[in-house]
């Protein structure tokens, strides 16, 4: 029986509730720390003794104070894709980021993982990329020895990538590409990259490292689309689309309640999303991971 607990902010999340779970297989007992604790109740349920659902802000140093007393691991699993009033790139994946590293430092919590993205760069012209690569910095200049977790895009059955695809090649007469369909992706499991948080936890070694979690295929974006339309046995005609065209498209869309395209997704889109051949990944972890076309026949055929 392990008796270290691990706080999970973002527990509820579409990562984040995978790690929670991957976690609890590890024994590891788990406390799902987000701005909502009933999603927590509603996700895992109230039987798990070993399992605690709390409210955390990861903006208020108290409550991320709070979330981490006692524990042994984080994972900080949080997310913003749109801005809005205060909730910025740089309050959320810099200053947050800092924060719970720093917090987690000083309550002497002995392994973070903090997850970021393939390609995070500060350097990037890229708002949202350039505060991923300064958050991983931040993360690191407060928990020197802090895990970074780098997911390539992820897909799952409750997905807001693959799923969208799917609905959309099945529902439009022409599918528009992002650019010409060149940039590449090596989309991952969500529960793989989940599987992954707990393995790296639960190392031994402790020193600083990246993890890139990529999946087994790297495709084209234009690849990509025709493997999953041909799963589902559907012929698209794919039409290429300027990104410009989409950066404007884009921002009309955040200013709907659930934006189905954001800015940040079509300059995501625009550089090679792929894991790095020098930086360990699923395969030092001993994970093999799963592919899209593996998920879509489960998901479209074995029902
Ligand atoms: N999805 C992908 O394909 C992908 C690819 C690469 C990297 N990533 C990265 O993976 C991480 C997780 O992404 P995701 O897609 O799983 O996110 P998500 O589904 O949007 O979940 C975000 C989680 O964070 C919590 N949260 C948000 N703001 C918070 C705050 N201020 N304080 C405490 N909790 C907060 C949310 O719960 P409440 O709203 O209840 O607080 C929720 O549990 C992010 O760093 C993301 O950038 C995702």
Redo the contacts with the bound molecule.
């Keep these: 029986m392990n008796e270290r607990t691990v706080t999970v902010?973002?527990?509820?999340?579409?990562?984040?509730?995978r790690a929670v779970r991957h976690l609890r297989k590890r024994e590891f007992s788990v406390r799902?720390?987000?701005?909502?604790?009933d999603?927590g109740h509603g996700l895992f349920g109230l039987d798990d003794p070993q399992l605690h659902s709390v409210k955390?802000?990861?903006?208020?140093e108290r409550?991320v104070a709070n979330a981490l007393a006692g524990a042994y691991g984080v994972v900080?699993?949080?997310?913003?894709?749109v801005e809005h009033g205060q909730?910025t790139f740089h309050s959320?994946?810099v200053e947050?980021a800092q924060r719970v590293a720093a917090q987690a430092r000083r309550a002497g919590v002995e392994r973070l993982a903090h997850?970021?993205?393939?390609g995070s760069d500060a350097a990037s012209p890229s708002l949202y990329i350039r505060k991923?690569g300064e958050g991983e910095l931040a993360v690191r200049a407060a928990f020197a020895d802090a895990i970074l977790?780098?997911?390539?895009?992820?897909?799952g059955p409750d997905?807001?990538?693959l799923t969208t695809i799917l609905n959309l090649l099945g529902r439009l007469p022409v599918y528009p590409m992002f650019g010409r369909g060149l940039t590449k992706l090596q989309?991952?499991y969500?529960e793989d990259?989940g599987e992954a948080i707990a393995r790296a936890l639960q190392r031994t070694e402790t020193r600083a490292i990246t993890f890139e979690c990529g999946g087994p295929r790297v495709y084209s974006y234009e690849k990509f689309l025709r493997a999953v339309a041909h799963e589902a046995n559907l012929k698209p005609t794919l039409i290429p689309v300027p990104f410009a065209a989409w950066h404007g498209l884009a921002w009309i869309s955040e200013m709907l309640p659930s934006p189905p395209v954001t800015r940040n997704q079509v300059e995501l889109m625009q550089v090679d999303n792929v894991s790095s051949p020098d930086l360990p990944g699923f395969g030092e972890l001993g994970i093999l991971p799963n592919s899209v076309e593996e998920l879509l026949r489960e998901m479209l055929w074995d029902h």
Excluded: C, K, Q, W
């Excluded at 955390?56 to 208020?60: F, G, L, P, S, V």
């Design positions: 902010f973002g527990g509820t999340g579409f990562l984040g509730r799902v720390a987000s701005r909502h604790p999603r955390a802000n990861i903006h208020d409550s900080n699993a949080v997310s913003l894709y909730e959320v994946h947050s997850v970021s993205g393939i991923r977790i780098r997911p390539a895009v992820m897909f997905d807001s990538f989309p991952a969500v990259v």
